[in-house]
Nanobody, 115 residues
Framework: QVQLVESGGGLVQAGGSLRLSCAAS????????MGWYRQGPGKQRELVAV???????NYADSVKGRFTISRDNAKNTVYLQMNGLKPEDTAVYYC?????????WGQGTQVTVSS
């Protein structure tokens, strides 16, 4: 089992910044890809950004150039730096970890961007 705990969400004005953190614990060996997904009101959960254990990254087109995902393997933590936030970024942000065939999720953290 892998446990994921997110932090860093909150309320911010459009154009502002937030940094999300996700700390992994438990059976974390061989966790490969970690990432962030989000689910806005009335929308399906969607990929925001992912990063492999080697540091390869992938971003949704909607956040490219504004969001940066990073990973500290020594601390078993993944970060999402969000700059230039827009009202359409409002969502619950979920941390995800992939380990073999298994996918683990955090409880989510709310990000609200006011116009």
């Amino acid at each position: 089992q892998v446990q994921l705990v997110e932090s860093g969400g909150g309320l911010v004005q459009a154009g502002g910044s937030l940094r999300l953190s996700c700390a992994a614990s438990g059976s974390i060996s061989r966790v490969n890809v970690m990432g962030w997904y989000r689910q806005g009101p009335g929308k399906q959960r969607e990929l925001v950004a992912v990063i492999s254990s080697a540091g390869s990254t992938n971003y949704a087109d909607s956040v490219k150039g504004r969001f940066t995902i990073s990973r500290d393997n020594a601390k078993n933590t993944v970060y999402l730096q969000m700059n230039g936030l827009k009202p359409e970024d409002t969502a619950v942000y979920y941390c995800n970890a992939q380990k073999g065939y298994y996918s683990y999720w955090g409880q989510g953290t709310q990000v609200t961007v006011s116009s």
